[in-house]
C-alpha cells in the first residue's frame, strides 16, 4: 500500500488547511473501504501523535482533544482518499502530518506533509 499526503503548507493562525492522502498499489483482494485510516502528527522534538481516524465501511470518526471541533476528517472510498479539513489552526497544530492506513494488523505510512501554523 501505497500513501501520498498532500495539501500542507504555511497558513496564518485563524485560518484553514485541507490535506489529502491517496492511497493505490492496494493488496489484492482488499478495497480502500476495508482499512482504517488516520491521520498523525509529529512536531520537532516530539513522538508522533495521533489525530483522527475514520472507521473502515461505517465512516465513524474519532478525534484526538486538540483536533476536536476544529478538524474534519472523511473517507472517499471511489477515489481511494481520505482528507482532513483543518480550521481555526493554531501555532501549536505545526507539524509534519502523516497518514496511516491499517489492516489485519498491518500498518502503512504516507512520507508526510509539512503544516506551519505562523504570521
Known amino acids: 500500500v501505497q500513501l501520498v499526503e498532500s495539501g500542507g503548507g504555511l497558513v496564518q493562525p485563524g485560518g484553514s488547511l485541507k490535506l489529502s492522502c491517496a492511497a493505490s498499489?492496494?493488496?489484492?483482494?482488499?478495497?480502500?473501504?476495508?482499512?482504517?485510516m488516520s491521520w498523525y502528527r509529529q512536531a520537532p522534538g516530539e513522538e508522533r501523535e495521533w489525530v483522527a481516524s475514520?472507521?473502515?465501511?461505517?465512516?465513524?470518526?474519532f478525534y484526538a482533544d486538540a483536533a476536536k471541533g476544529r478538524f474534519t476528517m472523511s473517507r472517499d472510498d471511489n477515489n481511494n482518499a481520505v482528507l482532513l479539513q483543518m480550521d481555526s489552526l493554531k501555532p501549536e497544530d505545526t507539524a509534519v502530518y502523516y497518514c496511516?492506513?491499517?489492516?489485519?494488523?498491518?500498518?502503512?505510512w504516507g512520507q508526510g506533509t509539512q503544516v506551519t501554523v505562523s504570521s
Open positions: 496511516r492506513a491499517h489492516l489485519l494488523g498491518n500498518n502503512y
Open positions: 498499489e492496494l493488496r489484492d483482494g482488499f478495497s480502500f473501504s476495508s482499512f482504517l
Open positions: 475514520v472507521t473502515s465501511i461505517t465512516g465513524n470518526t
